[in-house]
């Protein structure tokens, strides 16, 4: 029963909600307790550093074999960022932070990798449905984790419960040597694999798109709930319903553009997206007084534009690698993420820091420019598939 693709699509997407429920935690948490943006951006990029560069690794194990152990110790470990009201300190704040990176590195890879490769000729829809039940849980976290923290503050532990049966799962079909239908790669990882997709063109070109795109992604929703404040937005919206409209955007257009992708291309449907984003992206941040009827679709227009674009990538990188689904995900994910984590959560941090006032929207308005180098490095990867074609 459980060997079966839509069971193991039911697994996959399950499992990606929540962890994906996990991250949205420690962005308001930092906010409720009024951390310090440079401090908070640091354990958010510093953890995640460590945490995503070990995608490649998890990619490559992923693909010979270990998915499902993956997937089971990836929810385990996601599901201690709950734990965050027990700690004190920066350096419990950060343990807790990597912990949960750590858990959510060794998942993504393993569970995008294992969908690609469950319905080849939809990558763009499966991999849409994957990221749209990511960015639900993502979307329920904040407003969620609120309630419980106001309500009962330590008493958000009960979140650390709600994956375990999936847990269970997955490790009973690793124990079982289950099959999921996956061809696998057996020769052991090495750098060289990794670094191959760099010497290559078409994915050094993707690589350099999906960075610029999550780097703002990551940015604008963990500073999210400052740019409400900001703005004088009532508490309601600071507190997660801004949160909750900005992700539901990606969620639900997440299927449709994997749909049309399918169709067409992926480089159709993000040349549309980028443009759209990239217009409402600014409107949102440079307009100093929006009502909530104009501010709670725009949030959403602009998670809708950044949100779709991973699924996209990894379907477009799955395509041009398919021999080795783990380890291009990896690549366009950890190996991404790394990167645009620092610079989207650290660098953005930091940077408030040079700012009197509206610290976090100044410092994202000029994370935008990033928009630039996304819009040249698309462009070049038409002029690479021509060159293909030719």
């Not at 009960?158 to 079909?173: Q, T």
Request: glycine share 10%; net charge positive; proline share 5%.
């Amino acid at each position: 029963m459980f060997t079966r693709p839509l069971p193991l699509l039911l697994l996959f997407c399950l499992g990606h909600f929540v962890v994906d429920f996990m991250w949205g935690v420690w962005p308001l948490f930092k906010t409720l307790q009024g951390i310090d943006l440079a401090w908070a951006g640091l354990v958010g990029g510093v953890g995640a550093f460590f945490a995503e560069i070990s995608q490649v690794f998890f990619g490559g194990w992923s693909d010979r074999g270990g998915r499902f152990l993956l997937i089971a110790l990836g929810i385990l470990l996601a599901m201690a960022i709950p734990t965050l009201p027990l700690a004190s300190g920066i350096l419990g704040y950060l343990l807790i932070y990597l912990t949960f990176a750590i858990g959510s590195a060794a998942f993504h890879p393993a569970a995008a990798g294992g969908i690609a490769s469950l319905f080849p000729q939809a990558r763009g829809t499966t991999l849409a449905l994957f990221w749209a039940s990511g960015g639900l849980g993502l979307a329920l976290s904040q407003l969620t984790f609120a309630k419980i923290y106001t309500s009962f503050n330590e008493g958000t532990i009960v979140l650390s419960l709600i994956g375990l049966p999936l847990v269970i799962l997955a490790f009973f079909l690793h124990r079982q040597k289950v099959s999921s239908g996956i061809s696998t790669q057996k020769k052991p990882f090495s750098f060289t694999q990794i670094f191959q997709f760099f010497r290559r063109r078409d994915t050094r070109l993707l690589w350099l798109f999906h960075f610029s795109i999550t780097s703002i992604y990551w940015g604008t929703i963990f500073y999210f709930p400052d740019i409400l404040k900001e703005k004088a937005c009532p508490s309601w919206i600071c507190d997660g319903t801004g949160h909750l409209f900005f992700v539901l955007g990606a969620a639900f257009m997440s299927l449709p553009a994997g749909w049309i992708a399918d169709r067409f291309s992926p480089r159709s449907v993000l040349q549309v997206t980028v443009l759209v984003s990239m217009v409402a992206y600014f409107i949102l941040l440079l307009s100093p007084d929006l009502p909530a009827y104009i501010l709670l679709p725009l949030a959403m227009g602009v998670g809708a534009g950044l949100g779709v674009v991973t699924p996209l990538t990894i379907a477009w990188g799955n395509a041009m690698v398919p021999e080795s689904p783990g380890l291009i995900s990896a690549f366009l994910m950890g190996f991404v993420w790394f990167v645009s984590e620092l610079v989207g959560i650290t660098g953005v941090g930091l940077l408030s820091r040079l700012f009197d006032e509206a610290g976090a929207t100044q410092s994202l308005v000029v994370l935008g420019l990033l928009f630039v180098l996304a819009s040249f490095s698309l462009y070049r990867l038409g002029k690479a598939e021509e060159t293909v074609i030719a």
